[in-house]
């Protein structure tokens, strides 16, 4: 049965495009919280009839007995979960396909006994970095989730040939680092293992370890010692994109550290010190601290010297990691990034999370990847139209399969090679851990649901297809690999056997060659706004002279 709030939807709809309804504006997943009725005022997303003793936790209500914590991700799987939006924001990748192709072999012989998929080379280089798979794990920092699969992220990041970035505050939220009469770090054991655990597997040659840093960073001094201590070849500078556009934020459920870390600078809200604050935590009220990081304030001229700051001291790769801000800032950004001539710049879209980003801010502020990679690349071309030095762009923003990753490379190439490089992923990697570790958690206690038990055994060796794989080449270390890097590593294989079948489908062996015409547009919106022609204009002038004018 069609509910209401479907039907609207579906009444209302016109040329493939439905309008905008605010129906989950008062209930969320992600915040834990629901209306009591299914049929809610499309207009505020409440219920038509509110009740004196409704027994739901709407939004309202959970505001308010719980207040801030409301703008949230659930507190209690705060290191345990990753968060995004479920607004739908009238364009993604599925509203393009990918067309196939008969004719001939670009980037191989025109033998059937050469041109198989499996020869589809997906290599990539971005930022002068080699990468066996055109896809990297973006920056996980100082949050829970992050360091708690830290292993797993880097060695299944290493093992695929790709880059692993560790993300911000690391060394501040380090309970163990040592710093320096000024303020300097000194050694952190934590940053210092997460370069050391990636490194272990890493061939040198494919991908490479690269070190976020944002204002907290810089002033701890995190750039210098990792790039003269750690030995690190890449830096990150993150560009005000933490929790979205108001800077990192991370869950401290410790009255001790959460005021240790407001010692090191941080703003940790309520405040720790507080006498009041304290008394409500011990008595249970206030069960939680957030800390926020501050954002960076980027200047033109002081990010050129600080690049050329870092190269001197050793630095062979520096990238840009920034948000979903407004198009001319994204101008703004490239334009800056052309002049320091930084190695790529990873432009991260509107909708996801990794930690505990405001779920308004999720929801509802900044540019979807599609439009956003759309005016990426509108303000790339006229930078190369001008002579201007472009960077490699690295694509980011809700990413979890091959098909978003060839629409979203193909979409960069007009016919000079792909300006996007790469696709810079979080969450599904994470996704990928997730299930590797309890699946295979539970198949060591027996306790596989049975559905799985019964195909795959309650052996967690027998649950992994690409095992013999890496016994083949990993021998005696293989029991090193934790079975969550398995599982990234099995993940990313997966995409790349997909990617390589998509582009031997538009009869092309080279990463590289894939462009826009191997691209149509489904809706009208999708046409607009990057220019893809809509399935019914594609290949009009070519039919014509197939058939003879």
Known sequence: MISAHLLLRVIVMKKGESMPLDIYANKKSTTGTATRVQDVSPLSGLCPICIEECPVLCEIGLSALRGKEALYPIPDYFGASTASSNKDYGLDWSHFNIQAELRGARGIAEDPDLAIFPNVSVETKIGGIKLRIPFLIAALGSTKVAKKNWDSLAIGAAISGTIMTVGENVVGMDPDARFDERGKVTDSADLKYRIETYRKFWDGEHGDIVVQTNVEDMRLGVDEYALSKLEVNGIERKWGQGAKAIGGEVRLFDLDKAIMYKKRGYIIIPDPEDPAVQEAYRDGIIRSFERHSRVGM?????????????????????????????????????????????????????????????????????????????????????????????????????????????????????????????????????????????????????????????????????????????????????????????????????????????????????????????????????????GIPLVEECDKDEIEEILGR
């Open 298 to 530: 980027p200047k033109a001229r002081d990010f050129v010297e600080d690049v050329e700051w870092l190269r001197e001291r050793g630095a062979k790769y520096v990238t840009i990691k920034t948000g979903a801000y407004r198009p001319a800032v994204v101008a703004w950004t490239l334009k800056v990034a052309s002049e320091a001539r930084v190695n790529y710049v990873t432009f991260d879209g509107a909708g996801g999370g990794t930690g505990m980003s405001p779920v308004p801010m999720m929801q509802e502020m900044g540019l979807p990847t599609v439009y956003l990679e759309a005016i990426v690349l509108k303000v790339v071309r006229v930078m190369r139209s001008k002579g201007m030095y472009v960077p490699d762009i690295a694509m980011a923003g809700g990413f979890s399969n091959e098909t978003q990753v060839f629409k979203a490379i193909a979409l960069s190439n007009f016919g000079e090679g792909p300006y996007v490089r790469a696709i810079a992923m979080a969450r599904a990697p994470l996704t990928a851990v997730f299930k590797a570790t309890y699946f295979a958690k539970l198949a060591k206690e027996g306790k596989l649901p049975s559905l799985i038990a019964r195909k795959y055994g309650n052996d967690p060796t027998k649950l992994f297809a690409v095992l013999p794989e890496l016994k083949a080449k990993f021998k005696d270390r293989l029991s090193e690999i934790p079975y969550g890097a398995i599982g990234l590593y099995s993940y990313f294989d997966k995409m790349r056997y997909g990617l390589q079948q998509l582009i031997a489908g538009c009869r092309k062996w080279k990463l590289e060659l894939i462009d826009r015409k191997d691209l149509m547009a489904l809706t009208e919106r999708a046409s607009k706004v990057t």
